[in-house]
DNA sequence: CTATTTCATACTGATTTAGTAGGAATTATA
DNA sequence: TATAATTCCTACTAAATCAGTATGAAATAG
């Protein structure tokens, strides 16, 4: 049941990202890099993903980087983490063509808990915005002030 | 996010063992095996691990094989696989001594998703127990007869 | 022009997965 | 008591996946 460490550090580059570019800068892998003390030249292949599918933009040469491709509380983790990791599911069974193949579909009961399963994650999943990831807690009495 | 396959054919086998003993009969490797189409030596390895957490007991040579170890309402799909999976989480940081040690712990705000995730597929595992899996579902209309 | 950056593709060592193999120990039954 | 059916125990292995490296081309700001 583990994630790997493209949905791990996909996620934090991707938080880096939005945190580190507030004023319009590019983000470069070589300062993610550093300050999440991850290999820069794996990064590149990480990132790479999330440029492809649009939640980062980029921009080559001196001074480039990258930077949101859309607006933080447009983003969920749904989106990321089907982006970076190669299948979100519990089970292939999930993929329907997959179930109906299988044979024991029709008397298999343990399908039932991984749909459960399934629909858990994903409800979490998009329900959490990279808004919600980045903004700061409001710690218990600070909302009075 | 996948499932290994001992935790999958961990659950039908004991969904099986379930089904299959209901008048104190013991269920066989080979029996299993064949209805749940899974390599006899590999459900050994697999069941092997369910013995030894008490959850099916055993009796060997002729006629035996397993039951389960428990009333199937006081087994709960986390005792199972978190005795079938290596582990269960969705992250290593999930165990507070590797996130401590972790180099970023004290900045990195990924983690606030992981542990959303993991409280989300405990809750579903916790709270469905084997009876869940094996009682026939009633259907529309049929609680009325 | 040059330094800095992304982009594209290929390679690789280590680990994990999904089994297989061989045989010993136990037990019901004929 | 012999035999067939079963679990139990340990070791082995081929293939796939993971996590990362390596090389260098293309673009761009200054």
Known sequence: ??????????LRAI??????????????ISDISTRQKISDRYLEKIIAKL?????VKSSRGVNG???????????????????LEDNIDVTECMDIHVFEKCNN????????LWVKINEAVENVLKNTTLLD?????????????
Chains 1, 2 share one sequence.
């Open 1 to 10: 049941m583990k994630l790997s460490t493209k949905g791990e550090y996909g």
């Open 15 to 28: 938080i880096d990202i939005a945190e580190n570019s507030k004023n319009g800068e590019y983000v470069s």
């Open 51 to 55: 440029k492809k599918s649009g939640l």
């Open 65 to 83: 980087g990258y930077i949101l491709g859309k607006d933080p509380k447009c983003i969920n983790m749904f989106d990321i983490l089907s982006v």
């Open 105 to 112: 579909h029709y008397t298999c009961k343990a399908r039932k």
């Open 133 to 145: 990831m980045i903004k700061q807690e409001i710690k218990k009495g600070e909302e009075i002030e």
